[in-house]
C-alpha cells in the first residue's frame, strides 16, 4: 500500500515511538538537532519550538533550546487553549515559569505574548509525515491554524524519528504543508 490514512499513521506512529526508549529518543533527538545546524536558517530572529510531551514520547527539544539559547536567539514557546484549540505564544526566557498541564504539555504560566508574525521559523511536531511535506499531528489542528496566520516566508521544519510515508491520504484544504522535516538521517525540502 503506497498511501495511507492519517488516522491509521496517528496509530502506526504513536505505537512506533511507544517502543524507543529514553536514551533512544535522546541519542535521535540529537542527531535531529545536529542536522539543523546544516539548514540555513541561523540568521533569523525569532523561534518557534514546542516544548516535549514526554509521555507522548516526542522528540526531545532541549538540544534545540540549546542550540538556540547559544546562538542568542528569540525563544517562542506554545500555550494551547484546548477551548478553541489554539495557541498562544510567549518568550521564553530566564523568568518564564513552566508548568506540565494536564495533557502532559510543558508550557509558559506567563511571559512576554510573541504574535504569530513575528515568528521567522516554527519548528512543528508531528506524528507522520510524507514525500510531500504534508504531515500527521495529533488531530486536533491546533499547528494548522497557528501556522495559517504566521507570514507566508515563515520557516515550517517539520520533526521525526521516522522516515517519510509515501502519501498521506485525507490532506485537507486547512493542512499547512512543511517547509522541511528533519529526522536522525536525513533532511528533507519539499521547496
Known amino acids: 500500500m503506497i498511501s495511507q490514512h492519517k488516522k491509521n499513521l496517528r496509530k502506526k506512529y504513536k505505537e512506533l515511538r511507544a517502543k524507543l526508549t529514553t536514551e533512544k529518543i535522546d541519542d535521535l533527538s540529537l542527531d535531529i538537532a545536529n542536522h539543523l545546524l546544516k539548514m540555513p ?12 510531551i514526554q509521555n507522548q514520547k516526542e522528540i526531545n527539544t532541549e538540544f534545540i533550546l540549546h542550540i538556540l539559547q547559544g546562538k542568542d536567539k528569540n525563544i517562542v514557546v506554545p500555550k494551547s487553549n484546548f477551548e478553541n484549540n ?19 504539555i510543558p508550557e509558559p504560566t506567563d511571559g512576554i505574548p510573541i504574535p504569530e508574525s513575528k515568528i521567522d521559523v ?8 510524507d514525500d510531500n ?15 495559517s496566520q504566521c507570514n507566508p516566508e515563515t520557516i515550517k521544519i517539520g520533526l521525526s524519528f521516522f522516515t517519510p510515508e509515501k502519501k498521506i491520504e485525507g490532506v485537507m484544504s486547512t493542512d499547512i504543508k512543511l517547509d522541511y522535516c528533519v529526522t536522525p538521517l536525513k533532511i528533507y525540502s519539499f521547496n
Open 86 to 104: 489554539t495557541l498562544m505564544h510567549s518568550l521564553l526566557t530566564d523568568s518564564t515559569k513552566l508548568e506540565v498541564n494536564r495533557w502532559g
Open 122 to 129: 516554527v519548528f512543528v511536531p508531528l506524528l507522520a509525515f
Open 133 to 147: 511535506g504534508n504531515r500527521v499531528g495529533y488531530g486536533k489542528g491546533f499547528y494548522d491554524k497557528f501556522l
Open 41 to 52: 536558517i541561523w540568521e533569523k530572529t525569532f523561534y518557534h519550538v514546542f516544548l516535549s
